[in-house]
């Protein structure tokens, strides 16, 4: 009899501890079920944005095209700044368009300005003191585009030394402000050289 009741014991004992271990297993298996179905993950966007700098003549000629200065006076002056009326004592046509420049890339740059010639080289003469060939630099219509090396409007003599004279530093990259304007001077001798008469305007670049 004391045989049947130890057993009985122990089937309750082994009952009851199954019981537990099942509850066990079940609360783990919930809450591993439960983590996994509120887990995270992640995916990473990546890319590069490379860096560009790049300008451009978006007006790049000024021709006064065939003319003469008058006679009886020493010289004539042809500018690109002075309105309509931008030639005196002489009957060129008169041109008011100037160089554009834009900055076209991302990046904030420094702009120098050279030409290929000086005021001798280019246009020669004595009378009235001699030939004159002059720069200027300006916002065209964009405010704000440039942060002046020179003086914004004054007339710069021209620089014939690569890679010029520094005019903007920087000339800036963003959409709003990235265009200056340079408009050009040149006082001729009635004793100047004759014929077609040319130069070249060079802008050159570096980022910052």
Same mark, same amino acid.
């Given at each position: ?129 001699? !030939? ?6 300006? &916002? ?13 409007? &004054? ?7 690569? !890679? ?13 402000? &990235?265009?200056?304007?340079? &408009? ?25």
């Amino acid at each position: 009899m004391k045989t049947d009741n130890a057993l009985l014991i122990i089937a309750l004992i082994a009952v009851v501890v199954s019981v537990i271990g099942a509850g066990i297993t079940y609360n783990y298996a919930s809450s591993f079920r439960s983590r996994w179905m509120t887990g995270l993950a992640t995916g990473t966007v990546n890319l590069t944005v490379e860096s560009a700098a790049s300008i451009n003549f978006t007006t790049d000629e000024i021709n006064w095209g065939s003319g003469r200065v008058n006679p009886g006076v020493d010289n004539a002056t042809l500018n690109t700044a002075g309105g309509a009326n931008n030639i005196t004592n002489g009957n060129w046509t008169g041109n008011t368009a100037g160089f554009v420049i834009e900055n076209l890339g991302n990046e904030n740059v420094t702009l120098e300005i050279a030409t290929g010639k000086t005021a001798a080289t280019f246009i020669s003469g004595t009378a009235g003191g001699g !030939p004159s060939y002059r720069f200027n630099v300006s &916002d065209n219509t964009e405010d704000g585009s440039c942060e002046y090396n020179v003086t914004e409007g &004054d007339w710069n003599v021209v620089n014939t030394t690569s !890679p010029g004279t520094l005019v903007c530093r920087p000339l800036y990259a963003a959409d709003a402000t &990235d265009v200056v304007r340079i &408009d050009v001077e040149v006082v001729i001798p009635s004793d100047s050289l004759i014929g077609e008469l040319t130069d070249t305007f060079t802008a050159t670049i570096a980022a910052i």
